[in-house]
């Protein structure tokens, strides 16, 4: 589906922010493996989390949705053999693989044709070396069967820091004997971390180690879901960007390992604010005001990538507005998302007449620039298609964008709510 952009002058108003996406997944899986009440305020409606909920009820889960959208998550019986569906969330399938591994049962994970393309040997391994079996399709993707049961427990060290593959370890170490431990080369999300240790796991983490001494039987909690910072990230860049804006976002995550975006805004000169800050299992929240100010080029380190990685296409954009030049390096994972991103990034952007060179890690971008509307596309790619909307705004003339409905995947009311702060 194609939608139609005019430039904005300003951006302006409040929004509320739909549910983490990264702590949802994470409160459903280990929901449906916790002995006692389990609920879940907040729970996205995104295509992802819809994917997680009908492959954990395929497990057995009972998962219901109470008036005023409580979410109450039992464990039922595990099936010996299940096939699941993730759809496009790679999430999804990580960590129900880390699930499936310490379950005597076999289970096939499958997904689309994008998912079907991303890599899913980083997460097999660590899994057999606890003693599942596994098998991947040729080239090491989608469909993935485990085949799991009696673990033991590792010390892994993953060779792309990833938050998916720490989380899988760390479930399937729920069921193996001992300390299971995670060495991170560089520190990623730690949702599953705080969540864990509110459910009664005995983990430990400290200096690029997680560990959890394993086998555990969590307790159920309530989990409140604050809105998810890498939503917000669209509003926020499109008012650092336009001139008079102010936005206010209101109950947004802001748990450090998930702020790099806004930290980086702010280092290239753009007005970030935070208010009525709280606190719920250990997850923070706040309102966040975000308004208009100049912006500086930026070198982006290897070290910076794994706290806004999702974010990095939003970066580009930002980038084509901002004084002087923009380098981002060590961010090759960006190829192997739902889109090839690097390229993805550079041949929207060269279409809207940006100055932007693709490099294998990166990208480089020199500013400011007047772009000027285009045809572009998402490339089946949810986050593409969001920061293209953004560049939309820049724009002198209109922009079509095609495949926005691919917004859906994470954020199913984004263009609603854009209309909303564009008057």
Do not use: W
């Not at 929004?15 to 949802?24: E, F, H, N, Q």
């Not at 391994?125 to 069967?145: V, W, Y």
């Amino acid at each position: 589906m194609d939608i139609i952009l005019q430039p904005a002058h300003t951006i302006r108003g409040e929004v509320r922010l739909p549910g983490d996406k990264s702590i949802a997944h994470r409160a459903l899986i280990l929901g449906a493996i916790a002995r006692g009440d389990h609920t879940i305020e907040g729970l996205p409606g995104s295509e992802d989390i819809r994917s997680t909920v009908s492959c954990l009820e395929r497990l057995g889960a009972r998962i219901e949705t109470r008036p005023g959208g409580l979410v109450r998550v039992r464990p039922g019986t595990y099936p010996s053999r299940a096939p699941l569906f993730a759809g496009n969330s790679g999430t999804t399938a990580r960590l129900l693989a880390g699930l499936a591994a310490g379950r005597p049962a076999e289970v096939t994970i499958d997904g689309d044709d994008s998912l079907r393309r991303r890599p899913m040997e980083r997460v097999a391994d660590p899994l057999r070396r606890m003693g599942a079996s596994i098998t991947t399709a040729a080239g090491g993707t989608l469909p993935m069967t485990v085949r799991g049961g009696s673990l033991r427990a590792v010390t892994y060290r993953p060779t792309v820091p990833s938050a998916q593959v720490k989380t899988a370890v760390l479930i399937a170490g729920l069921f193996a004997d001992g300390d299971t431990m995670v060495e991170e080369p560089l520190p990623t999300r730690d949702h599953t971390e705080r969540l864990l240790r509110a459910m009664g796991a005995p983990i430990r983490a400290a200096e690029g180690v997680v560990a959890l001494r394993g086998p555990v039987e969590l307790r159920g909690v309530g989990v409140t879901i604050p809105g998810d910072v890498s939503s917000a990230a669209f509003f926020a860049a499109a008012a650092a960007c336009l001139p008079d804006s102010e936005v206010v976002l209101r109950g947004v995550g802001v748990n450090p390992t998930r702020t790099g975006f806004l930290d980086t805004l702010s280092r290239m000169g753009a007005r970030i604010d935070r208010e009525n800050e709280t606190r719920h299992l250990e997850e923070p929240a706040a309102d966040i005001i975000a308004r208009h100010a100049d912006l500086r080029g930026i070198s982006v380190s290897p070290e910076e990538v794994p706290g806004l990685i999702d974010e990095l296409p939003l970066l580009a954009v930002v980038a084509t507005q901002a004084e002087g030049e923009t380098v981002l390096r060590g961010a090759r994972e960006l190829r192997v998302k739902e889109s090839d991103r690097i390229d993805a990034v550079v041949a929207n952007l060269s279409r809207l007449g940006a100055r932007v060179e693709a490099l294998d890690d990166g990208f480089v971008i020199r500013g400011p620039c007047r772009l000027r509307g285009a045809r572009v596309f998402s490339f089946g790619d949810h986050r593409i298609a969001m920061a293209m909307a953004v560049a939309a705004l820049l724009a002198k003339g209109e922009t079509v964008i095609e495949g926005s409905e691919t917004a859906a995947v994470s954020y199913p009311g984004f263009f609603d709510d854009l209309r909303k702060l564009l008057g």
